[in-house]
Structure formats: C-alpha cells, structure tokens
C-alpha cells in the first residue's frame, strides 16, 4: 500500500513561516513528480506547488514568491516552505504524487 505521510503543520500568527513534510516510498518518489494541493473550509481542493523528478517546479498565483517546494532525493521526501503566511492560506494541505494522497495536514493563520 502506497503511504504519503505528512508532517509539519500548525497554528502561525500572519506573517510567520511552517515548513511541511512528506515522506513516501522510493519506488513512489523517485518515478514521479510530487505535489502539494489544499482545501479550504467550503471550497474546492487547489494545487499550490508541484517539482517534477528533474527538480522544475511550478506554483499557484496566489503562493509565488512565498512559497517554495523542494526534494530531497536521499529522503525520498518533498518539502514545502512556507513563508510570508496570510490567513487565506489557511487549509488542509495535501500530498499528492499520481493518484496517491496523504491524510493531509492542518495549516492555520491567524491575523
């Protein structure tokens, strides 16, 4: 069974930084690109950031400039710093590589 396994979540005051984990398989990892989606109360689930196996990355408008996602290969882990943070960035968030999610962690903003 595939297990993406989460970790780094918290309560942050606006304008703090959370860094999340991800860990999985290497057979999961090193095959595929990762990526990190979230879902806010009420709305839908939206990607936020995703690095294919070379390393290029991609972002949602609304996180570029503040958040960054990263790798590391030795891990078989997928990072997401998160800085500059606002209260719309308040959500689950999730990770994702093909059709395999996490259990999701919770990120909370306070102004």
């Known amino acids: 069974q595939v297990q993406l396994v989460e970790s780094g979540g918290g309560l942050v005051q606006a304008g703090g930084s959370l860094r999340l984990s991800c860990a999985t398989s290497?057979?999961?990892?090193?095959?595929?690109?990762m990526a990190w989606y979230r879902q806010a109360l009420g709305k839908q689930r939206e990607l936020v950031a995703r690095?294919?196996?070379?390393?290029?990355?991609n972002y949602a408008d609304a996180v570029k400039g503040r958040f960054t996602i990263s790798r590391d290969n030795a891990k078989n882990t997928v990072y997401l710093q998160m800085n500059s943070l606002k209260p719309e960035d308040t959500a689950i968030y999730y990770c994702?590589?093909?059709?395999?999610w996490g259990q999701g962690t919770q990120v909370t903003v306070s102004s």
């Open positions: 994702n590589a093909l059709l395999f």
């Open positions: 290497r057979s999961i990892f090193s095959m595929n690109a």
């Open positions: 690095i294919t196996i070379s390393g290029s990355t």
